[in-house]
């Protein structure tokens, strides 16, 4: 024990105390300081939005002026003049990579200006022409998927700016220089392979699948069924495969009512699908009713099975035009049918573009919440999180099995049944959990990741792109923030992951459904963005979190106690950047050691104690007081 | 506030005269939090002397030339003599007799305490007492921190310039730099433009003291126009040419009954679980509470920075000087002084800049928002300041030592309170009602150890550095934790608030047990 403690002792000198001042070099501090006061203050260069999160991992060579991953190479580098939309013009030197831009600041000690991935570009445009007077007004300009622009500015004689807008616009978007993404190029190594995170037998297994009412089935083994399912589907054990091949012409896309989770004692289920193909005449289909008939009789004592089309019902009505529909009362007798009023992933992606422009590059200041207001992002985020909190409560409270749809059930549908389990089980809550949560609801499920994000595809007007996983994203981040204690991993760890939405550094939101990941290889050719997070997981960890059992989580989805994601939405501007963010984090760093510190000294305590069978101790830290906190608290 | 702050002298040496029949007993006389003690010298007999401070009934003290006398009238009718070696030693254990006789937190004087503070770090004022009986100003209290060469009969020659006697004092002292933070009422200049001689000297001796040519700001919290226009009622600001190095800004600030009317209409917004939820954000916008939050953190900014950045001296004032002037003057001594961002500092900071300074709060928290009777003077300025810090603990949450469950004490008793210390509108009218003697303090309510967990923010550690808010609108958020408190589950956070203090505290003891 002697040892032990000494080894403590030195590992207490490492970190700093908790009482202690976080140790910050004077010079950076003030600087930050300065960076946020109001008005007549002037900003420094250190100021300057330093994008780091994608570095992460990085093992760069200190002498090398571009830090390159293993597969990584230098195409081109240019001078160039970066408008900096909050502190002016900065002269830089810009290096291009087939995976990322990156700048330079030649006028002070060359401090890096930012590191953007190329596939956060969602377009290029050239500005001024060879005629252009003015300062700074011929040049480049680059709107980016995570709500910034980058401009530069470039000399005007001999076209300067060609190469460079060539280069740019071939290594953004490879697919349309028929040039593979950069994640079939990547060649990092992690000491934990993110690909194993999701095993779906093991995770049907924790639900506590097969039983009695519900089978797997390996009808979608080769995709024939539906080729935007996943292989391995949870079915009732009284469906046979035929039922379901005739279930599926009834759907639309194939996308037949599948079981996503299953309530551990209750055995209430969430099933998803699409909207059943009712068309104007009304078309009905004796198999796929007879099929939700089957799925509410899984709990006998039900007398109705709860649908709910996560769609307007106006949208659902005008759906029938283009063969589409939602269940009616008099087809369904066993079924009940709610509309909840989530919009289409053109009104999200509207909606998104409106906060940019209120964000983005300037403030909007004088009627900020006015503003914000006519977004209606927050509004979009309200009804999903209240219709996920509908799912999850009659689920939970055994009222009804619940059927989710939209249209093809794989935007909205993936939103509500995600975060209706991420309520429902905790399990999801964790730093794997959620993981398998995103691989199996969003991933495994088609949500159509290539065509909402536009993964190297320079069509940035292309009607298909939409936000909807950065609002699944934002609705999570807003139940953190609800719940400061039920979740393992912190506000880091879901930037982390929008990053890499975009960065095609990674190959874990590649394409759009797993039949397509399968025949491109993609988890032998890529790396998952889980073997990053995984293999360094402390960064990601809330030092607050309480694991908790069987705790449903039900926020408070009114729009007095949502917020706009600040941190996320406005982090590249200086002035609203949260402040002391490398204090905080640092302090929650020192807990997250305490924590453990203290783990580690209590197991040193009981094997002291077990060794000491009969004494009846007394001391105020024996085991047997503080283990009651350990089994319920860490 | 720590009973052991009240100690103010280690030891001294004195002779204790017991009554006639008793030998006198000569030692080291020690203040401890609950007794005095004396150990005689070692040829004496060996037995230490105790008594209990609470015995203690009343107390006297005298001094003559280097040594003093203090009389102990105890409350079983003993009468005890200390005959104490040097003046400062006497007085010191006089007081610090005279603040834990009383087991209360009453004794704490902030002007002088603050003062002890002031003194240390430079010479250039002094505590002066010339409004001992109120007759020079009844909304200050007995004791004032002003430029040391300027004298008391110049001070009321000022006091008589300025409206309600508040002529300029000192609010806080900036050591790293030496500059001032002055805070005063408007001059009565009026239509004449009346100057005063003895007000312009006060001002250029602040200036003086602290730097040769050293500027000054003058920050008026209202509008240029409002100021103009005061000086038809006898009122007006500094004239230019009258206080030379001293500049002028207006930074108009809400006070009286639109700010009462913006927080009723908060307050309705708030509990109106009727209204559309997509209009949520607009109504929250027309209630104008975040601009007026915005507003008073980027005028008090606006001060700290002048004395930060630009080394200048700053005086603030509106019209009374007792509601947005102490807003701004708090809250930018919060930004610069990271003492005053401690537990003790900071009730400190609420009792000598609100409570002493003479901030009404009879009138203005007569009545909150529910109240249908027409207001007449209730204003929720103090709400504001509270507000004001709760969004500077938001973006800092490492450097309060005290978390929003102090902020809500705070709110609840300045409004009702079984305490005394918010009762009145002035020391003046505390002394009169005798609030001291029949009241508790609230300090000594919330300082119990039970309420520490409550209270304390467990994350904090000292920051020595100026925070600097951002004042932004995205910056600013409506203060949930106060204004939906009754409408939303605190459980979540209250739950995480625990389990940062049982990490806290579980490191500790791991600590202790090691």
């Given at each position: 024990?002697?040892?032990?403690?000494?080894?403590?002792?030195?590992?207490?000198?490492?970190?700093?105390?908790?009482?202690?001042?976080?140790?910050?070099?004077?010079?950076?501090?003030?600087?930050?300081a300065?960076?946020?006061?109001?008005?007549?203050?002037?900003?420094t260069?250190?100021?300057?939005?330093?994008?780091?999160?994608?570095?992460?991992?990085?093992?760069?060579?200190?002498?090398?002026?571009?830090?390159?991953?293993?597969?990584?190479?230098?195409?081109?580098?240019?001078?160039?003049?970066?408008?900096?939309?909050?502190?002016g013009p900065?002269?830089?030197?810009?290096?291009?990579?087939?995976y990322?831009l990156?700048?330079?600041?030649?006028?002070?000690?060359?401090?890096?200006?930012?590191?953007?991935?190329l596939?956060?570009?969602s377009?290029?445009?050239?500005?001024?022409?060879?005629?252009?007077?003015?300062?700074?007004?011929?040049?480049?300009?680059?709107?980016c998927?995570?709500?910034r622009?980058?401009?530069f500015?470039?000399?005007?004689?001999?076209?300067?700016?060609?190469?460079?807008?060539?280069?740019?616009?071939?290594?953004?978007?490879?697919?349309?220089?028929?040039?593979?993404?950069?994640?079939?190029?990547?060649?990092?190594?992690?000491?934990?392979d993110?690909?194993?995170?999701?095993?779906?037998?093991?995770?049907?297994?924790?639900?506590?699948?097969?039983?009695?009412?519900?089978?797997?089935?390996?009808i979608?083994?080769?995709?024939?069924?539906?080729?935007?399912?996943?292989?391995?589907?949870?079915?009732?054990y009284?469906?046979?495969?035929?039922?379901?091949?005739?279930?599926?012409a009834?759907?639309?896309?194939?996308r037949?009512?599948?079981?996503?989770?299953?309530?551990?004692?209750?055995?209430?289920?969430?099933?998803?699908?699409?909207?059943?193909?009712?068309?104007m005449?009304?078309?009905?289909?004796?198999?796929?009713?007879k099929?939700?008939?089957?799925?509410?009789?899984?709990?006998?004592?039900?007398?109705?099975?709860?649908?709910?089309?996560?769609?307007?019902?106006?949208?659902?009505?005008?759906?029938k035009?283009?063969?589409?529909?939602?269940?009616?009362?008099?087809?369904?007798?066993?079924a009940?049918?709610?509309?909840?009023?989530?919009?289409?992933?053109?009104?999200?992606?509207?909606?998104?573009?409106?906060?940019?422009?209120?964000?983005?590059?300037?403030?909007?200041e004088?009627?900020?919440?006015?503003?914000?207001?006519?977004?209606?992002?927050?509004?979009?985020?309200?009804?999903?999180?209240t219709?996920?909190?509908?799912?999850?409560?009659?689920?939970?409270s055994g009222?009804?099995?619940?059927?989710?749809?939209?249209?093809?059930?794989?935007?909205r549908?993936?939103?509500?049944?995600?975060?209706?389990?991420?309520?429902l089980?905790s399990?999801?809550?964790?730093?794997?959990g959620?993981?398998?949560?995103?691989?199996?609801?969003?991933?495994?499920?088609?949500?159509?990741?290539?065509?909402?994000?536009?993964?190297?595809?320079?069509?940035?007007?292309?009607?298909d792109?939409?936000?909807?996983?950065?609002?699944?994203?934002?609705?999570?981040?807003?139940?953190?923030?609800?719940?400061?204690?039920?979740?393992?991993?912190?506000?880091?760890?879901?930037?982390?992951?929008?990053?890499?939405?975009?960065?095609?550094?990674?190959?874990?939101?590649?394409?759009n459904?797993?039949?397509a990941?399968?025949?491109?290889k993609?988890?032998?050719?890529?790396?998952?963005l889980?073997?990053?997070?995984?293999?360094?997981?402390?960064?990601?960890?809330?030092?607050?979190?309480?694991?908790?059992?069987?705790?449903?989580?039900y926020?408070?989805?009114?729009?007095?106690?949502?917020?706009?994601?600040?941190?996320?939405?406005?982090?590249?501007?200086?002035?609203?950047?949260?402040q002391?963010?490398n204090?905080?984090?640092?302090?929650y760093?020192?807990?997250?050691?305490l924590?453990?510190?203290?783990?580690?000294?209590?197991?040193?305590?009981?094997?002291?104690?077990?060794?000491?069978?009969?004494?009846?101790?007394?001391?105020?830290?024996?085991?047997?007081?503080?283990?009651?906190?350990?089994?319920?608290?860490? | 506030?720590?009973?052991s702050?009240?100690?103010?002298?280690?030891?001294?040496?004195a002779e204790?005269?017991?009554?006639p029949?008793?030998?006198?007993?000569?030692?080291?006389?020690c203040?401890?939090?609950?007794?005095?003690?004396?150990?005689?010298?070692?040829?004496?007999?060996p037995?230490?002397?105790?008594?209990?401070?609470?015995?203690?009934?009343?107390?006297?003290?005298?001094?003559?030339?280097?040594?003093?006398?203090?009389?102990?009238?105890c409350?079983?009718?003993?009468?005890?003599?200390?005959?104490?070696?040097?003046?400062?030693?006497?007085?010191?254990?006089?007081?610090?007799?005279?603040?834990?006789?009383?087991g209360?937190?009453?004794?704490?004087?902030p002007?002088?305490?603050?003062?002890?503070?002031?003194?240390?770090?430079?010479?250039?004022?002094?505590?002066?007492?010339?409004?001992?009986?109120?007759?020079?100003?009844p909304?200050?209290?007995?004791?004032?921190?002003?430029?040391?060469?300027?004298?008391?009969?110049?001070?009321?020659?000022?006091?008589?310039?300025?409206?309600?006697?508040?002529?300029?004092?000192?609010?806080?002292?900036?050591?790293?730099?030496?500059?001032?933070l002055?805070?005063?009422?408007?001059?009565?200049?009026?239509?004449?433009?009346?100057?005063?001689?003895?007000?312009?000297?006060?001002?250029?001796?602040?200036l003086?003291?602290?730097?040769?040519?050293?500027?000054?700001?003058?920050?008026?919290?209202?509008?240029a126009?409002?100021?103009?226009?005061?000086?038809?009622?006898?009122?007006?600001t500094?004239?230019?040419?009258?206080?030379?190095?001293?500049?002028r800004?207006?930074?108009?600030?809400?006070?009286?009954?639109?700010?009462?009317?913006?927080?009723?209409?908060?307050?309705?917004?708030?509990?109106?679980?009727e209204q559309?939820?997509?209009?949520?954000?607009?109504?929250?916008?027309?209630c104008?509470?975040?601009?007026?939050?915005?507003?008073?953190?980027?005028?008090?900014?606006?001060?700290?920075?002048?004395?930060?950045?630009?080394?200048?001296?700053?005086?603030?004032?509106?019209?009374?000087?007792?509601?947005?002037?102490?807003?701004?003057?708090?809250?930018?001594?919060?930004?610069?002084?990271p003492?005053?961002?401690?537990?003790?500092?900071?009730?400190?900071?609420?009792?000598?800049?609100?409570?002493?300074?003479?901030?009404?709060?009879?009138?203005?928290?007569?009545?909150?928002?529910?109240?249908?009777?027409?207001?007449?003077?209730e204003?929720?300025?103090?709400?504001?300041?509270?507000?004001?810090?709760?969004?500077?603990?938001r973006?800092?949450?490492?450097?309060?030592?005290?978390?929003?469950?102090?902020l809500?004490?705070?709110?609840?008793?300045?409004?009702?309170?079984?305490?005394?210390?918010?009762?009145?509108?002035?020391e003046?009218?505390?002394?009169?009602?005798?609030?001291?003697?029949r009241?508790?303090?609230?300090?000594?309510?919330l300082?119990?150890?039970?309420?520490?967990?409550?209270?304390?923010?467990?994350?904090?550690?000292?920051?020595?550095?100026?925070?600097?808010?951002?004042?932004?609108?995205?910056?600013?958020?409506?203060?949930?934790?106060l204004?939906?408190?009754?409408?939303?589950?605190?459980?979540?956070?209250?739950?995480?608030?625990?389990?940062?203090?049982?990490?806290?505290?579980?490191?500790?003891k791991?600590?202790?047990?090691?």
């Open positions: 024990m002697g040892v032990n403690l000494s080894s403590m002792r030195r590992l207490r000198k490492r970190l700093p105390l908790s009482r202690q001042v976080p140790r910050l070099p004077p010079s950076r501090v003030s600087s930050m300065s960076a946020s006061a109001p008005k007549c203050n002037s900003h260069s250190e100021n300057e939005p330093v994008k780091s999160t994608s570095q992460d991992g990085v093992n760069c060579d200190l002498n090398e002026t571009v830090p390159r991953l293993p597969g990584e190479t230098l195409i081109t580098d240019k001078e160039v003049i970066y408008i900096c939309p909050f502190n900065i002269k830089g030197r810009v290096y291009i990579t087939n990322r990156y700048l330079r600041s030649l006028e002070t000690d060359s401090t890096l200006i930012f590191d953007v991935p596939g956060v570009i377009r290029i445009e050239k500005m001024g022409g060879a005629t252009s007077r003015g300062e700074n007004s011929y040049g480049l300009d680059i709107t998927k995570d709500m622009n980058l401009r500015a470039l000399k005007q004689e001999g076209h300067s700016r060609r190469d460079m807008f060539e280069i740019l616009t071939r290594y953004a978007f490879p697919l349309a220089h028929s040039l593979p993404l950069f994640a079939f190029l990547n060649e990092e190594k992690f000491n934990v993110g690909w194993m995170v999701y095993n779906p037998v093991e995770e049907y297994r924790r639900q506590g699948l097969p039983n009695h009412q519900w089978r797997i089935t390996f979608n083994k080769c995709y024939e069924l539906c080729e935007t399912y996943p292989a391995l589907l949870v079915v009732p009284r469906a046979s495969d035929d039922d379901l091949r005739r279930v599926a009834f759907r639309s896309r194939n037949i009512p599948v079981l996503s989770w299953i309530h551990p004692e209750n055995k209430m289920v969430i099933v998803r699908c699409s909207q059943p193909l009712v068309g005449s009304g078309k009905r289909n004796k198999d796929d009713e099929y939700l008939d089957v799925i509410r009789e899984t709990n006998r004592q039900l007398s109705k099975l709860t649908i709910y089309d996560a769609r307007p019902s106006v949208n659902a009505v005008a759906n035009a283009t063969g589409g529909g939602y269940e009616s009362d008099d087809a369904y007798h066993n009940e049918l709610f509309f909840l009023d989530i919009h289409n992933i053109h009104v999200m992606r509207e909606s998104l573009k409106k906060v940019k422009d209120i964000v983005y590059p300037n403030v909007e004088s009627h900020w919440l006015s503003s914000l207001e006519s977004t209606h992002w927050l509004e979009h985020i309200k009804l999903v999180l219709g996920a909190i509908q799912v999850a409560d009659k689920v939970s009222k009804s099995s619940v059927l989710v749809h939209c249209s093809d059930g794989w935007d549908t993936a939103q509500l049944t995600s975060l209706a389990m991420l309520m089980d399990f999801y809550r964790s730093i794997e959620f993981e398998i949560l995103v691989q199996k609801e969003w991933i495994s499920f088609g949500h159509k990741f290539a065509s909402r994000i536009g993964h190297g595809d320079k069509n940035h007007a292309d009607a792109r939409s936000p909807i996983f950065l609002q699944f994203v934002d609705c999570v981040w807003q139940m953190s923030k609800q719940f400061p204690t039920a979740f393992e991993f912190n506000e880091r760890f879901l930037i982390t992951i929008l990053d890499h939405l975009y960065s095609c550094r990674f190959g874990t939101f590649l394409l459904c797993e039949s990941r399968e025949k491109q993609v988890t032998e050719r890529t790396v998952s889980w073997s990053l997070i995984n293999s360094n997981k402390e960064k990601f960890k809330n030092p607050f979190y309480t694991k908790e059992i069987n705790r449903v989580l926020p408070v989805a009114s729009m007095r106690h949502l917020e706009l994601w600040v941190n996320y939405y406005i982090r590249w501007n200086p002035r609203i950047k949260q002391q963010p204090a905080v984090e640092q302090r760093m020192e807990l997250l050691a924590r453990d510190d203290y783990i580690k000294r209590l197991e040193e305590l009981q094997l002291a104690n077990s060794s000491k069978v009969s004494s009846a101790s007394t001391s105020p830290s024996s085991p047997s007081q503080m283990m009651p906190h350990v089994q319920t608290h860490f | 506030m720590e009973f702050e009240l100690i103010r002298t280690g030891r001294a040496q204790l005269l017991r009554g029949e008793a030998p006198p007993l000569r030692g080291t006389l203040v401890t939090s609950h007794h005095l003690l004396l150990s005689p010298g070692t040829e004496a007999s037995d230490l002397w105790l008594l209990l401070l609470r015995s203690v009934d009343s107390i006297e003290k005298r001094v003559a030339g280097d040594s003093g006398t203090i009389t102990l009238r409350k079983d009718l003993r009468v005890l003599q200390l005959d104490i070696e040097g003046v400062e030693a006497t007085l010191d254990i006089a007081r610090s007799i005279e603040g834990l006789r009383l209360d937190a009453w004794h704490f004087h002007p002088e305490r603050y003062y002890q503070r002031v003194a240390r770090e430079t010479n250039a004022w002094r505590l002066s007492e010339v409004n001992e009986d109120f007759s020079l100003c909304s200050y209290p007995r004791a004032l921190i002003v430029p040391r060469s300027v004298d008391d009969h110049a001070l009321a020659r000022s006091a008589g310039f300025r409206q309600g006697g508040r002529f300029p004092v000192l609010s806080y002292h900036h050591a790293p730099n030496g500059t001032a002055l805070r005063s009422s408007q001059p009565l200049t009026g239509p004449q433009k009346r100057r005063c001689a003895e007000d312009e000297e006060l001002l250029r001796a602040v003086v003291g602290a730097r040769p040519g050293a500027r000054g700001f003058i920050i008026d919290t209202r509008s126009q409002a100021a103009k226009q005061a000086r038809m009622t006898g009122g007006g500094e004239a230019k040419a009258a206080y030379p190095g001293w500049k800004l207006h930074r108009p600030l809400e006070r009286g009954r639109p700010l009462q009317e913006s927080f009723v209409r908060l307050v309705e917004a708030c509990g109106d679980l559309s939820m997509d209009r949520w954000l607009s109504r929250l916008e027309g104008r509470w975040l601009e007026h939050v915005k507003e008073a953190l980027s005028t008090a900014c606006l001060a700290a920075q002048g004395m930060e950045r630009e080394g200048a001296c700053i005086l603030v004032h509106g019209a009374e000087g007792t509601d947005s002037t102490l807003l701004v003057t708090s809250l930018a001594q919060l930004i610069l002084d003492l005053s961002r401690t537990m003790d500092g900071f009730q400190e900071l609420v009792e000598r800049e609100w409570i002493q300074a003479g901030h009404p709060f009879q009138l203005r928290c007569a009545h909150s928002a529910f109240s249908h009777a027409r207001p007449k003077h204003a929720p300025t103090f709400l504001l300041f509270l507000d004001c810090v709760w969004q500077l603990g973006q800092f949450p490492l450097s309060l030592e005290f978390g929003e469950g102090l809500l004490a705070l709110f609840e008793h300045a409004y009702a309170s079984p305490f005394g210390s918010f009762l009145c509108n002035s003046k009218e505390r002394g009169l009602c005798e609030v001291r003697t009241t508790h303090s609230l300090w000594s309510g300082n119990q150890p039970k309420e520490q967990r409550k209270l304390r923010n467990p994350l904090y550690a000292l920051n020595p550095l100026a925070i600097w808010p951002s004042v932004e609108p995205q910056s600013l958020r409506l203060w949930q934790g204004f939906l408190r009754w409408t939303r589950p605190p459980e979540p956070s209250e739950t995480a608030w625990e389990k940062v203090w049982q990490i806290v505290t579980d490191s500790e791991t600590e202790g047990s090691a």
